[in-house]
């Protein structure tokens, strides 16, 4: 211990250990990352919450086309504000060392906008618009081309959405995948 600079007890650090793909060394150093976002209200509060506009500084995230689902996701209280935990728990699961199949579960998530359990027609419209950026404009036909073309080799029981299984076959199929669902501490 030495520093007695920690917010956090022993046994608090040995739970993020255990609940998450951090060691309770990238734990300190990811609550050092979080506080820095806001230094005047993380100070000496571990249990600070801050808004989304203050994690979206994060400067991973800042660039990133899904960082307002990312947030809202990873936010307990579905709002895209984080706690600490929020945020370690985001940054656990975007690590090198969480497994591809909890990496996919929460891709799945984050492109639902609709929250309806599965990725249908208007969820795939807004993920192409996304990633295609305000700058590279497409034609309505050309993205309704698009989520066809992801329709027909993913909707695997012709139902005209992506159920999770579905997802998670596509994912398995790509082998960069965990490469490009990651942010670094």
Do not use: W
Not at 64 to 90: A, H, Q
Not at 103 to 110: G, L, N, P, S
Request: aromatic share 10%; net charge negative; hydrophobic share 35%.
């Amino acid at each position: 211990m030495g520093q007695g600079k920690s917010q956090f007890s022993e046994e608090e650090l040995q739970d993020y250990e255990d609940l998450t793909y951090f060691t309770k060394k990238e734990v300190l150093y990811a609550h050092q990352k979080f506080k820095a976002l806001a230094p005047e209200k993380v100070g000496h509060n571990k249990n600070a919450k801050l808004p989304m506009a203050k994690i979206l500084q994060y400067p991973e995230l800042r660039v990133n086309p899904f960082r307002d689902r990312i947030c809202k996701v990873f936010s307990s209280s579905n709002d895209g504000d984080c706690t600490f935990e929020d945020f370690l728990d985001m940054m656990s699961v975007f690590s090198d060392t969480a497994p591809k199949a909890v990496k996919a579960e929460h891709a799945f998530r984050i492109f639902d906008f609709d929250g309806d359990d599965m990725i249908g027609v208007s969820d795939l419209r807004e993920v192409i618009k996304r990633l295609c950026g305000p700058e590279h404009k497409l034609s309505d036909s050309e993205i309704q081309q698009l989520v066809q073309n992801v329709l027909e080799e993913a909707d695997l029981d012709d139902d005209g959405a992506l159920s999770f299984a579905e997802f998670e076959h596509i994912i398995d199929k790509s082998s960069d995948f965990c490469q490009s669902f990651r942010i670094r501490l």
